[in-house]
C-alpha cells in the first residue's frame, strides 16, 4: 500500500464510489425520516435531492483532505451497510 | 497523500481539472451556446425566419396535425405556440418509432418545408448534457461526473487561492505568459464563483433522478411515477383506449385553462392518447414571466372537455427544486439576463481553457518529451480550439449542404452531426501528431471558419448584417452574425500574438503548446 499510484487509485475510488453510495444512504434515511414526519413524498425526495449532491461533494473532498483513510471507509462502510438492511427490511417503495 | 491540508486540496484541484477539464469544456461550451439556441436554431433555418405573428393564437389552427397523429395512432401529440423567441407554431408525434415534427406559420397555417438540421435546440443542447453518448446513458453520467468535478474544482480552488480579495482584480496582460494564464483564471474563476457553482449545482439537479434513483425508488416504484407526481403529470400514465373519439375544441378547453390560471395563457398543449376513449388534453402555461420552472398543468378528458387534474401547490422544497431548474434552463424572457448568462458561460470557457494551458505552462520545460504530457497537450488543443472549430465547421456544413442532402443513406441532418465530429478529430490528431504550431493554425482556422459562416448566410439567404439589424424580427440572425464577427475578430489577434510568440521563441520564454 506504500506505492503512490496505488493509494491514489484506492483513495479515488474510495472518494468516487464510496463516497456515491454513502451520499446515495444518506438520501435513502432522509427520505424515510422526513416521510415519517409526515411531509409528502414529492417533498421528501425533493429535498433529499439537493442535499445528496453537497453530501457526496462533501465526501469526497474528506476523503482527499484526510491522512487516514480508516475513519471515512468505516463511515461509509456503516451508511451503505445500514441502508442496505433498511430496504431489504422496507423493500421498495410503490 | 500531500502534507497538509492546502496541499492536498492543490494536488486535488489539478488533477481533476486534468482529468475531467475536457468534458467540462465541451459542457460549458455546448451550455453557453444554449442561451440562445433559439436564436442560433433561426439562423440555421432560414425559412422560420418569419416575422412575429399579431394574430391572436389559436390551437384549433394546427387541428390538420392533430388529425395527422390520430391517424396515425400516436401515443401523444403536442403543439408549442409561438413567442418572441420562437415565430412559428411547432408540433410534435410519434407515429410507430419515428418522431414526425412540423413548423407552421402562424398567420397563413401554411406548413413550412424543413431545413433538414438539428439545429442547436436538437443537437448542441442535448450535446450540453449527454455528450451524444447514448449507450447506457454513459454521456449522462459522465457529466454527472464532470460536473461534481466542477463543484470539487470550485471549492478547492478556493481553498488553494490565498489572497483571494487581493487578487480579486489582478490582471497582469504584459507579464509573462504562466502569470496572465494564472491571473486569467483566477479572474474568471472568483468573478464568476456564483455563476460556476449555481450553474453546476442547478444542472446536477434537473438530472438529479439520473443520478441517484435509489433514493427515489425507496419511496416511489419507479423514477417516473416522481416525475409525474413532482410536475403534477398524475394523468399521463393511461392506457391506450378504444380508437375513434373525437377530439374536442383545443381553443374552448384552453380559455378554461386560462379562467382556472387567472393572468397566464397556455403555451403549449400535450394530447395523450389523441382520438382515444382515453385521451387526455394537457395546457402547460408559458414561463416567460417567471424564473421558476413551474408551467402548472391543467388536464381534461379529451372527449368530454371535463377536467381531469390540475397540478397541485408545490411544497417549499419543491418550489426551491423549481426555482433552481428555471434558474439553470432561462425560460423566462429577458434579453439582459440572457445575455449576462452568456458572457458568464463564456467566462466559464475561459476558467477551464485557462486553467488547462497553465497546467501545462508549467510544466512545458520538464516534462515537454513525457507521452503522457504530450497527449494532454493534443486533448487540450483538441477539447478547446477544436470544439470551437467543429462548432463552426457544423454551422458552415448547414450553409453549404443542399437542401436535399443525402450521401451513404445519410440525411442532411446526419450529415452535418458526421461533419462536425470528423473535423472535431482532425483537430484532435494535428495535436497529437503535429503539435508544432498547432494552437496558432487552429486559432487562424478560427478566424477564418467564423468569417466565412457570415459570408455563408449572407449568400446563401440575403440576409446579410445591414438587413438583418433594420428588421425586428432579424435581430436574432443579427447577433448571431456579429457574434461570429467579434469571434473572428479575437481569433485573429489571439493568432497573430500567437505567430509573433513562435517567431520570438528563441529569445523569450516558450509558450504553452505553439
Known sequence: ?94 | MEPDFRRSMQWLHTWTGVVLGSILFAVFWMGTLSVFDREIDLWMKPETRLPLTSHPLSFDSVRASLNDAIASKANFWNAVMPDDRQPYIETHYRAGKKMVSQVINPDTGQILPQTGTLGATGFFFPFHYTLELQFMHLGEWLVGLASVAMLVLCMTGVIIHRKIFAEFFTFRPQKRPGRLLLDLHNLTGVLGLPFHIILTFSGLLILGSTFFPAGIEAVYKNPRDYFYDANGLSFFPVKPGKPGVPVVSLDMAAAQASALWGKADPHMVLVVNPGQTTGRIAFFHSTEKQVTSDRDVIAFDATTGQLVSHAPLPGPALKTQRFLSGLHLIQFHHWGLRWLYFISGSGSCVLIATGFLFWMEVRQKKQSASPGFRLVKGITLGSVAGIIISTLAFFIINRILPADAQYYGLTRSALEVRGFYLVWLITFLQGWLWPKRAWMLQVSAISVLALCAVLLNWFTTRDHLLHTLSHRYLWPVAGMDSMLLFTSFMAFFAARRLSRRVRNEIHSKPLVAV
Open chain 1, 1 to 94: 500500500m506504500k506505492h503512490p499510484g496505488i493509494v491514489i487509485a484506492g483513495r479515488t475510488t474510495l472518494a468516487l464510489f464510496g463516497g456515491y453510495f454513502a451520499a446515495s444512504s444518506v438520501f435513502v434515511f432522509s427520505d424515510r425520516f422526513l416521510i415519517s414526519l409526515g411531509l409528502p413524498r414529492a417533498e421528501a425526495v425533493s429535498f433529499g435531492m439537493m442535499c445528496v449532491f453537497i453530501t457526496y461533494l462533501f465526501f469526497i473532498l474528506w476523503v482527499f483532505a484526510v491522512r487516514n483513510l480508516w475513519l471515512p471507509f468505516f463511515v461509509f462502510f456503516v451508511l451503505i451497510n445500514t441502508a442496505h438492511r433498511l430496504s431489504l427490511h422496507h423493500g421498495h417503495g410503490g
